[in-house]
């Protein structure tokens, strides 16, 4: 089954032997823009697929730095399959023969093409979805950008933040066996939403997302002293921690012997 898949995704680059050098989430976008087409009987594998792709692969660095920008996955989704599912949206594009695969068009094989240039650039083996979202940020008047940019995100924000993340060494996964997130949900009373939609508005930040986060920020530097005490205070916590634990699992801590048992007062005398 992964076989036949695989051929079918490699059909679709402008040159096939690419498709050796795609790392296998790679290769899932593709595919996965290709499903998508499909699903909203589109003849055509636009840059709004590879997007939609992109962000469903929730775990690559792609999808992260999405994410860590404020782009709501099932949001974005959501608007995506509504609008697909529009039939004035096929305008500018055409609606699938029955049994015919979708084909790649000549701005999403543009964007292959500069994916390739990226890792040409970075003097990289591999090309990876970060290297696919970096191609549609090179395509900047591609429909995939546009979205982005009408949204509020800054392409060279993208950019930055995909560059930041592909550094990064891997983060080590925490003892419940999954790694700790860096996202927070949380709901807002009216009167801090409209704070953050105005700071949205008139530009100062990108999203709410971004938003929510510099008020955190700030609020946390207006009160430093107080947080500076609260860490003195847990990072003490955690020595004694460590100190215990590291008594427990000490050798003689095992063979401690017990208590000598009290003798009376009595029974002392006699």
């Known amino acids: 089954m992964s076989s036949a898949r695989s051929g079918s995704s490699e059909s679709l680059l402008p040159d096939p032997g690419l498709f050796a050098r ?8 593709l595919a996965a823009a290709q499903r998508a087409a499909q699903r909203f009987r ?5 840059s709004e697929h590879l997007l939609f792709a992109l962000v469903s692969a929730q775990q690559t ?3 992260r730095a999405l994410a860590s920008l404020g782009l709501d996955r099932t949001q974005f989704l959501f608007e995506q399959a509504l609008q697909w599912n529009q039939p004035w949206w096929s305008e500018g594009g055409t609606t ?6 979708p084909q790649l068009t000549a701005e999403t094989k543009a964007i292959i093409e500069r994916a390739v240039a990226e890792v040409r650039t ?3 083996c591999e090309i990876g ?3 696919l979202l970096l191609g549609v940020l090179d395509e900047p008047d591609c429909a995939a950008s546009q979205f982005l940019v009408l949204r509020g995100f800054l392409i060279e924000r993208i950019r930055a933040q ?4 592909m550094v990064q060494p891997p983060r080590p996964a925490a003892a419940t066996g999954g790694a700790k997130s860096n996202v927070v949900t949380c709901r807002l009373d009216d009167a801090t939403l409209d704070a953050v939609d105005s700071l949205v508005e008139a530009g100062i930040r990108s999203s709410r997302s ?3 986060a510099w008020l955190i920020g700030a609020g946390i530097e207006a009160h430093r002293a107080l947080f500076e005490g609260v860490q003195a205070t847990v990072t003490a916590i955690r020595e004694l921690r460590a100190e215990a634990a590291h008594i427990a699992r000490s050798p003689a801590a095992s063979h401690v012997a017990p208590p000598a048992a009290s003798v009376p007062a009595e029974e002392e005398q006699t």
Do not use: C, M, N, Y
């Open 22 to 29: 795609f790392t296998e989430e790679a290769r899932g976008v």
């Open 42 to 46: 589109s003849a055509d594998i636009r």
């Open 61 to 63: 660095i792609a999808a």
């Open 96 to 101: 699938r023969p029955k049994g015919k695969a």
């Open 122 to 124: 970075r003097q990289q």
């Open 129 to 131: 979805p970060e290297h």
């Open 162 to 165: 995909v560059d930041e993340l």
């Open 210 to 212: 971004d938003a929510v």
